[in-house]
């Protein structure tokens, strides 16, 4: 799979808007990019995948850029709940059922 | 539905103890998961299975055997406990669809030996 950065950590104030950064700039033309959150205490959850085009969904939206070396997870309304550490994978249609990496992510704190 | 089940929650052992940590899942997927998560770092996978009776090796396997003899269970076994064993291990489980393959964790066990 290949390679992403995040930054390792991130501050946002409740109510406000969080845009989480991740960069792949040696990605595939067949890599979904995922992101997963992993709350305190508790296994990491799904949050919102995408391929080539930005994706909404009940939890957070996804913008990709448009040559798809990076992408942003987009929180609209932080609220104290979001405080997780947020991973963004790459996963090739070739890679199905090995190894998905988990680097260090974002540790997203929410300030009330 | 009850997901990915992992029992027990928390467990103390001694040095040179065995124990096995359980998994099953009820969405009945193919592909499962072990993975380790050390206090401040991400996930490392340490056995994974693409279905019954098929099994392999992840990053970190030493220390550690796996059997899936069915679609529901993934069990991992730990034969001789070293303290560098002490971890959170999660269990997962994943399908795919349209495409794109979406893991479902449990809730980790916390491992402790000393």
Known sequence: DAKTTQP?????????????????????????IHWYRQLPSQGPE????????????RMASLAIAEDRKSSTLILHRATLRDAAVYYCILRGVNNY??????GPGTRLSVLP | NAGVTQTPKFRILKIGQSMT?????????????WYRQDPGM?????????GAGITDKGEVPNGYNVSRSTTED???????????????????????????E?????SGTQLSVL
Request: overall charge negative; some cysteine.
């Open chain 1, 8 to 32: 390792n950590s991130m501050e946002s104030n409740e109510e406000e808007p969080v845009h989480l950064p991740c960069n792949h700039s040696t990605i595939s033309g067949t890599d979904y």
């Open chain 2, 74 to 100: 993934f069990p991992l076994r730990l034969e001789l406990a070293a303290p560098s064993q002490t971890s959170v291990y999660f269990c997962a489980s994943s399908y795919l669809s349209g495409g794109y």
């Open chain 2, 21 to 33: 940590l359980q998994c099953a899942q009820d969405m009945n997927h193919n592909y499962m998961y």
């Open chain 2, 42 to 50: 991400g996930l490392k996978l340490i056995y994974y299975s693409v």
């Open chain 1, 46 to 57: 799904y949050v919102i995948h995408g391929l080539t085009s930005n994706v909404n969904n």
């Open chain 2, 102 to 106: 979406k893991l479902f964790f449990g």
């Open chain 1, 97 to 102: 059922g090995q190894n998905f990496v988990f």
